[in-house]
C-alpha cells in the first residue's frame, strides 16, 4: 500500500503570509493526487486534482504541483477563512490513502 | 444538484450491528464509484473502502476487509456501509464520497454530509 505523509503537522502564520504544505507519497503516483480542505465540523471540501488543476471555485491564492512523490499545496497570501486542516490524498491505486493532514491557523 | 444525503447519526452498544446508508441523487448512480471514509473524534480522514454500484465490484482498505460491509442497492440509488459487531473504537463520522469522473477512481468532488455512530455501553 502507498503511506502519504505531510509537513509540517501544524503551522501559524499571520493573514497575507505564503504558506507551503508539502505531502510525500512512498511510491510514485504520477499526478494522481488531490488536496482537501476541511473546517471545523464541516466536511472535507475537494480544493485540486491531479496534483495542480484547481477544483471549480476554489479560490486562486490555493495552488498545487509536484509529480511522482512529492507534491506541494501553497496558499499565495493565508486569509481568516483559510484557518482548516488540508489533507492531501493518492487516488493513483487503492487504498486511496489520505495524509495524516496539516493543521494551519492564524498567528 | 448532485447530492450524497445520509442516514442520521447512531448510538449503538458494543457488539451490536449496524447499517447506515448514502442516498444519491442528480446523477447516474450505477456510472460513479463510492467511497466510504472514516474520521475518529479529533483525528485524520482515513479511507475504507469503495464500490461501484453498476457491477458490485467492491474494494476495501487493507486495515477494513473482514471489519465492515459496503454495498449497493441501484434500484434505490443508495450504497450502505455496515458492520455485524460494532466495537467502542468504531466511533467516528462516517462520510461517503463520488469521484469526480465517472467510472474512474478520481478526487472526491461530492460528499456526504456524514453520520456520527457512537458505540458505548
Known amino acids: 500500500d502507498i503511506q502519504m505523509t505531510q509537513s509540517p503537522s501544524s503551522l501559524s502564520a499571520s493573514v497575507g503570509d505564503r504558506v507551503t504544505i508539502t505531502c510525500r507519497a512512498s511510491?510514485?503516483?504520477?499526478?494522481?493526487l488531490a488536496w482537501y480542505q476541511q473546517k471545523p465540523g464541516k466536511v472535507p471540501k475537494l480544493l485540486i486534482y491531479?496534483?495542480?488543476t484547481l477544483q471549480s471555485g476554489v479560490p486562486s491564492r490555493f495552488s498545487g504541483s509536484g509529480s511522482g512523490t512529492d507534491f506541494t499545496l501553497t496558499i499565495s497570501s493565508l486569509q481568516p477563512e483559510d484557518v482548516a486542516t488540508y489533507y492531501c490524498q493518492n487516488y493513483n491505486s487503492a487504498p486511496f490513502t489520505f495524509g495524516p493532514g496539516t493543521k494551519v491557523d492564524i498567528k | 444538484e448532485v447530492q450524497l444525503v445520509q442516514s442520521g447519526a447512531e448510538v449503538k452498544k458494543p457488539g451490536e450491528s449496524l447499517k447506515i446508508s448514502c442516498k444519491a441523487s442528480?446523477?447516474?448512480?450505477?456510472?460513479?464509484?463510492i467511497a466510504w471514509v472514516r474520521q475518529m473524534p479529533g483525528k485524520g480522514l482515513e479511507w475504507l473502502g469503495i464500490?461501484?454500484?453498476?457491477?458490485?465490484?467492491?474494494r476495501y482498505s487493507p486495515s477494513f476487509q473482514g471489519q465492515v460491509t459496503i454495498s449497493a442497492d441501484k434500484s434505490i440509488n443508495t450504497a450502505y456501509l455496515q458492520w455485524r459487531s460494532l466495537r467502542a473504537s468504531d466511533t467516528a463520522m462516517y462520510y461517503c464520497a463520488r469521484p469526480r469522473l465517472s467510472g474512474a477512481f478520481h478526487a472526491f468532488d461530492v460528499w456526504g454530509q456524514g453520520t456520527m455512530v457512537t458505540v458505548s455501553s
Open positions: 464500490i461501484y454500484p453498476g457491477d458490485a465490484d467492491t
Open positions: 491531479a496534483a495542480s
Open positions: 442528480g446523477y447516474s448512480f450505477t456510472n460513479y464509484w
Open positions: 511510491q510514485a503516483i504520477s499526478n494522481y
